[in-house]
């Protein structure tokens, strides 16, 4: 029998704004969840204010037995799908959560804040965490000012979001 912390950590696709739906849904089937979370900086009325939001919008991490609970996780309201393609399912060792573990304060991730800037075409370098020295090119900010949008070039082309604050220009 596999110890749970052997057990590989499932990416799931979450339906639009319904992270904590999924996450709540699953839970009560028994799945172990971790979904990261941040202080993202919103605008209402004029007035800047704090609230805690998922660190990848749209995904969280779940860890089950794949023969016993894949379809109950499938079909779990709140799941849009589980990560993969025609010929496997995508899984992250536990180590790389427990990476993204350590970077939390009481439950909630911290942000490293640099000063940075970054245009479009910019070749970047991603200089902590899990993808640590991947390259790729700067797109765009996201609209939370917090994550930005880049094209990997790292063996493959694909584009990913990133907290802005793992981000450093090639020289």
Same mark, same amino acid.
């Given at each position: 029998?596999?110890?749970?912390?052997?057990?590989?950590?499932f @990416?799931?696709?979450?339906?639009a704004?319904q992270?904590?739906?999924a996450?709540?849904n699953?839970k009560?089937?028994g799945?172990?969840v971790?979904?990261?979370?941040y202080?993202? !900086?919103?605008?209402?009325?004029?007035e800047?204010?704090? @609230?805690?939001?998922?660190?990848f919008?749209?995904y969280l991490?779940?860890?089950?037995d794949?023969i016993e609970?894949y379809?109950k @996780?499938m079909?779990?309201r709140?799941v849009?799908?589980?990560?993969?393609?025609?010929t496997s399912?995508w899984?992250?060792?536990?180590?790389?959560?427990?990476?993204?573990?350590k970077?939390?304060?009481?439950?909630v991730i911290t942000?490293?804040?640099?000063?940075? !800037?970054?245009?479009?075409?910019?070749i970047?370098i991603?200089?902590?965490g899990?993808?640590?020295?991947?390259e790729g090119?700067f797109?765009?900010?996201l609209p939370?000012?917090?994550? @930005?949008?880049?094209l990997?070039?790292?063996?493959?082309t694909g584009k990913?979001?990133?907290s802005r604050n793992t981000l450093?220009?090639?020289?």
């Amino acid at each position: 029998m596999q110890n749970e912390k052997e057990k590989p950590w499932f @990416v799931l696709n979450i339906k639009a704004k319904q992270e904590a739906l999924a996450e709540q849904n699953l839970k009560n089937l028994g799945v172990e969840v971790y979904m990261p979370r941040y202080y993202r !900086t919103i605008k209402k009325d004029k007035e800047k204010s704090q @609230v805690i939001s998922p660190l990848f919008s749209g995904y969280l991490f779940a860890r089950f037995d794949l023969i016993e609970y894949y379809h109950k @996780v499938m079909y779990t309201r709140g799941v849009k799908s589980v990560l993969g393609n025609s010929t496997s399912i995508w899984f992250l060792e536990n180590d790389k959560i427990e990476e993204i573990k350590k970077r939390e304060q009481e439950g909630v991730i911290t942000l490293k804040k640099k000063n940075e !800037t970054f245009t479009k075409g910019d070749i970047v370098i991603i200089d902590e965490g899990s993808f640590d020295g991947w390259e790729g090119i700067f797109q765009e900010d996201l609209p939370d000012k917090d994550r @930005v949008s880049i094209l990997l070039t790292m063996g493959f082309t694909g584009k990913m979001t990133v907290s802005r604050n793992t981000l450093i220009k090639k020289n």
